[in-house]
């Protein structure tokens, strides 16, 4: 992923590997003991669903997406579709 402060990360778009704009990243979530990135938070655009409780937690209305999912960051942050199930309203 090369080097990116944390500092530049709030407010960049968050797009699936199918091209679906998610939204937008509000904050990193990590272990304090392990130093282990654990979930990025995501504010999500209002006409994109989600529907896999088993890889997406949801907490007032926000999406906290595994670090797993991250691909690539740097003007977006690019998750992997396979997090997701996505449809459009």
Same mark, same amino acid.
């Given at each position: 992923?090369?080097?990116?402060?944390?500092?530049?990360?709030?407010?960049?778009?968050?797009?699936?590997?199918?091209?679906?704009?998610?939204?937008?990243?509000?904050?990193?979530? &990590? $272990?304090?003991?392990?130093?282990?990135?654990? +979930?990025? #938070? @995501? !504010?999500?655009?209002?006409?994109?669903?989600?529907?896999?409780?088993?890889?997406?937690?949801?907490?007032?209305?926000?999406?906290?997406?595994? &670090? $797993?999912?991250?691909?690539?960051?740097?003007? +977006?942050? #690019? @998750? !992997?579709?396979?997090?997701?199930?996505?449809?459009?309203?």
């Amino acid at each position: 992923m090369g080097i990116i402060t944390a500092k530049n990360l709030p407010g960049k778009k968050i797009v699936a590997t199918n091209g679906e704009e998610v939204g937008n990243l509000l904050d990193i979530e &990590f $272990d304090t003991k392990t130093g282990k990135l654990l +979930y990025i #938070i @995501v !504010d999500p655009n209002e006409n994109f669903l989600y529907k896999n409780e088993n890889k997406i937690k949801v907490e007032d209305g926000k999406i906290k997406l595994p &670090f $797993d999912a991250v691909l690539a960051a740097r003007d +977006y942050v #690019i @998750v !992997d579709q396979r997090f997701l199930v996505t449809g459009q309203k």
